[in-house]
């Protein structure tokens, strides 16, 4: 028993150390599990044939295909639009709508899709985003309480009521209690989120984002480091391409645009053409470029290659092609924050082959507060970064389909506002509906009907090919499951989940069952403030149960209370994805989280510790 002990003990700490993936930490617990002959390999393997395994497997397939086909964002712009500019309005239907599409789908994924839409909508009504950005990442996880495939807490107590030999609970036996946390968070979040999420310059009247191009220009600083070289007939470069010349690796200077005389001569059609410098570019004589970097490279460049350079910098981007200022009507400059299941992250900037593939430069990025914006191109991309982007709006909204890795903040809003709708979208429609109609009825086994939505959505062609639909599942998380749900096998079988079971009934059990609850709603909570709310819920739901069964009363209500904690957990930006990926867009601070979240994870415990019994009686 000390030795399980130990084991999770040390789990916990590497869990919150978070400097080893959760997944190999849960692994090597896994490992020492077996090794030290806690557990038969049979038993330390049983997690990966486990149906909520499979199940959620399956639901992250069926969620990719949802995105894909762009059902969830006509779903979420078609309603968001009825918002019109009414604030309280827009706020209502922003937590109404990620709720809807957070009881399906990811909550991580929902809040991916909502955000640039969301940003748009704000902008659009002269409200700055920050009002709304917070909420929406709180409104993703309180959705997923609405339904049993809405988190994996949820499937983590259904499947220990199971295999208890309790009833299982139905498709949507968590509906009450999810509606029961959207009304609680929208009656807390309106006064919450108008007190300490609405800025200084929002009262002024000044709405910006801080995504105009101007804007981002001025808070990356990339006046300072701007400046335009004239290619003349004895230029060494004339002529030649760029993927031919290795400039960024030669001399750490990045050619943003370029600046060629047009073709067309017509006295009111254009004179200069602006283009961006791609791999295949040829530079021409007199071209103009505008060059990007420190001004040691950039002269060393100009130098060695026989270039001018101009005496002034370049003061900023602008709206218009004044010959002074770099031009963002055609080509433009956005945000990119990359999501938690980001392929990119431990990858250098160099090998994300932005250009390559999308025609784009990277010119800086944002990490914790400070700007990066020399030598980037050996830097390590990480999740929460945000990367400055220049390329054209169509390659930047081309970009913005691609969110399994990234979400972009800054497209233009009739770009973001754009809804395609993809023929294949009112099939992924069908597939989803018949699965829940399959789980809500139980015609079939719930994982059975998840498995055959998701091979149907590979099928009918909802995903291009097939490794598409596998790059939508979240191996990391895949893997922490099955490898932690052993460890509550190994808690049961050294007989330390009756002891701490029966130190919680002991100390709380004989104030009644509804403070007993209520010390283990509080434990989780705290408890998901630092591990994931998965492996939390994973550990501590068998303890609830036994401390139920020790009181004689029903397991239901302590079951629920460890669903719930597990996912209303809003006082930290890291103690969920959605909570992470809302922090740079919003411009919001640790304390910020504090002051919003932590009221909200309070008020919301005292309401569930007296709502649950009422729901699932004891």
Not at 98 to 123: D, K, Q, R, W, Y
Not at 485 to 491: D, F, G, K, N
Not at 581 to 595: E, H, I, N, Q
């Amino acid at each position: 028993m000390l030795t399980t002990l130990i084991i999770l003990a040390l789990s916990a700490v590497f869990f919150v150390h978070g400097k080893i993936r959760s997944d190999i930490v849960a692994l090597c617990a896994l490992i020492l599990l077996i090794v030290l002959g806690i557990l038969t390999p049979e038993e330390a393997l049983s997690g990966f044939s486990n149906s909520i395994v499979i199940m959620m497997v399956g639901l992250f397939v069926v969620g990719g295909a949802i995105f894909k086909t762009g059902l969830a964002k006509i779903i979420s712009s078609k309603i968001l639009q009825m918002a019109g500019k009414s604030e309280l309005k827009l706020f209502v239907l922003v937590m109404l709508v990620t709720a809807f599409i957070g009881a399906f789908v990811s909550n991580t994924g929902t809040v991916a899709l909502m955000l640039p839409i969301v940003i748009s909508m704000a902008v659009g009504a002269q409200i700055s985003p920050s009002r709304f950005l917070m909420p929406m990442a709180f409104a993703s996880s309180m959705g997923g309480m609405m339904t049993l495939i809405g988190t994996p807490p949820n499937l983590v107590i259904n499947d220990i009521l199971i295999q208890n030999n309790f009833k299982g609970l139905y498709f949507f036996s968590f509906t009450p209690v999810g509606l029961v946390c959207i009304l609680v968070g929208l009656i807390v979040l309106i006064p919450l989120s108008k007190r300490f999420l609405t800025r200084k310059e929002d009262r002024k009247g000044d709405t910006s984002t801080g995504r105009s191009a101007k804007e981002l220009a001025q808070k990356f600083q990339l006046a300072d480091n701007l400046y335009r070289a004239h290619i003349t007939r004895h230029s060494v470069i004339r002529d030649k391409k760029l993927i031919d010349l290795n400039i960024t690796q030669t001399y750490n200077v990045s050619i943003l645009e370029i600046r060629r005389k047009s073709t067309s001569q017509g006295r009111f059609l254009k004179t200069v053409d602006q283009k961006l410098a791609g791999p295949e570019t040829e530079l021409k004589d007199e071209d103009i470029l505008y060059l990007f970097g420190e001004f040691e490279n950039v002269e060393r460049f100009a130098q060695e290659n026989k270039l001018e350079l101009t005496e002034t910098k370049v003061s900023e981007f602008a709206g218009s092609s004044a010959p002074e200022k770099l031009s963002v009507q055609e080509i433009g400059i956005a945000e990119v924050l990359l999501t938690p299941e980001s392929k990119l992250i431990g990858q250098a900037v160099k090998d994300s082959e932005f250009r390559d593939k999308y025609g784009v430069n990277v010119l800086g990025v944002e990490r914790n507060g400070k700007y990066i914006l020399s030598n980037i191109k050996d830097l390590k991309m990480e999740f929460g970064d945000v990367l400055l982007i220049q390329g054209t709006w169509e390659n930047i909204a081309r970009m913005s389909k691609k969110q399994t890795n990234w979400v972009v903040l800054g497209q233009p809003i009739e770009e973001a506002s754009k809804v395609t709708l993809d023929y294949k979208a009112p099939l992924a429609a069908l597939i989803m509906l018949g699965m829940i109609l399959a789980m809500v009825f139980q015609v079939i086994p719930s994982v059975a009907a998840v498995l055959i939505a998701a091979v149907l959505m590979i099928l009918t062609g909802c995903f291009r090919t097939v490794e598409d639909a596998y790059k939508t599942i979240n191996w990391e998380s895949i893997v922490l499951i099955a490898a932690m749900l052993p460890m509550s096998l190994a808690l049961e079988k050294t007989g330390a989940s009756a002891l701490i079971s029966e130190r919680l009934v002991g100390g709380l059990g004989s104030y009644g069952p509804i403070v007993l609850m209520a010390g283990i709603y509080f434990t989780t909570s705290l408890m998901t403030m630092f591990i994931s709310n998965t492996a939390t819920a994973v550990l501590v739901a068998p303890i609830a149960l036994q401390s139920a069964l020790s009181i004689g009363v029903s397991p239901y209500p302590f079951l629920l209370a460890v669903a719930v904690s597990a996912s209303m957990c809003f006082a930290s930006p890291f103690s969920t994805p959605p909570n992470a990926l809302v922090m740079s867009a919003g411009k919001y601070t640790f304390m910020d989280y504090v002051k919003v979240g932590l009221p909200l994870q309070l008020i919301m415990g005292i309401v569930m510790i007296f709502v649950l019994p009422l729901l699932f009686p004891f």
